[in-house]
């Protein structure tokens, strides 16, 4: 059976937002650190994957968040590998509060093992699958084969959907020189705010109205990379809303041409802030946004 590695990470306070709460893009920082820890415990960090000729790239992420953790608590991430594919590879993650053993979030990402020169997917050496599930460990049981679904197709924009426009900079870019997948989230939130802003909805309307919004999942598909000085289109608009949640749907594409980079939705749930718990979309919420929900 695959190994097991767990890290604890202390929430640091440049970690948190406005709301006090650990941001939602830093929860894939303490993922993707502990997947590149866990793998350096088996025999592959940085330098050996260097003297391989090859990395690996995420392709897709889903988590889903099912409690704040604020400045000062301590996480607990366990992470293990669920599948190898010819080229691909499946990580699943949980984070636990050390305090209360409370799980706060679980996610998955599925991981391409590319050339480092040419970029391309190559496949996942035998040796490397055994260094992830040695034989003999646990009970024996070999990683499962899991299907792989289809990114959720999104529905067609509505005429009222808000595009922003964000050009790649030195901090957005990682080690690979593109830019870094938690680094997306962080586009996608800043343009849901500003298309907030664009009917009427500031962060200070919702709050002397008493709710505020917060993720409770998001799914996430890269598609290609975009290196530093590249000017991005990032395109966001709502669907299934409901009682106590709407969809936001994400598209990120190369300004120059169209070319899709990066596509997400998040399911956003509606909170009272004085209660803590989810409460009805507002009316006029719904009216605003109605020429930016796609039906």
């Known amino acids: 059976m695959p190994l097991t590695h767990r890290r604890v990470f202390r929430v640091r306070h440049y970690e948190c937002d406005a709301y006090g709460h650990v941001n939602h893009a830093n929860y894939l920082r303490y993922m993707q650190e502990a997947a590149m820890d866990a793998s350096a415990t ?35 991430v366990t992470t293990w590998v669920g599948d190898f594919r010819r080229v691909r590879s499946r990580r699943f993650y949980e984070m636990r509060h050390t305090g209360t053993g409370e799980l706060v979030a679980r996610a998955n990402t599925d991981w391409v093992y590319l050339d480092r020169s040419s970029a391309r997917p190559i496949g996942v050496p035998p040796e490397m699958v055994e260094a992830f599930a040695p034989p003999g460990v646990g009970d024996d049981t070999r990683l499962e084969t899991m299907p792989r679904e289809h990114f959720p ?99 990120i594409t190369r300004a120059s041409d169209g070319a899709l980079i990066t596509q997400a939705r998040t399911v956003w749930v509606f909170v009272n802030l004085e209660t803590g718990l989810p409460m009805r979309v507002p009316a006029s919420f719904q009216d605003d946004f109605a020429a930016s929900i796609a039906r």
């Open 42 to 76: 088996v025999g592959y960090d940085e330098a050996r994957y260097i003297a391989l000729g090859t990395f690996w790239l995420i392709r897709e992420t889903d988590i889903e968040y099912l409690r704040p953790l604020l400045y000062g608590d301590q996480v607990e």
């Open 153 to 251: 197709e999104a529905l067609p924009a509505p005429p009222g959907a808000f595009t922003m426009h964000r050009r790649v900079e030195w901090r957005d870019i990682d080690s690979a020189q593109h830019v870094n997948n938690a680094a997306y989230l962080n586009y996608m939130e800043e343009c849901g705010i500003l298309a907030a802003e664009s009917v009427g909805w500031t962060i200070e309307r919702m709050r002397g109205e008493g709710f505020a919004i917060f993720a409770r999942r998001h799914q996430i598909e890269y598609r290609q990379q975009a290196p530093r000085g590249e000017e991005l289109a990032i395109t966001t608009y709502l669907s299934n809303v409901r009682h106590t949640s709407a969809t936001r749907h994400y598209l």
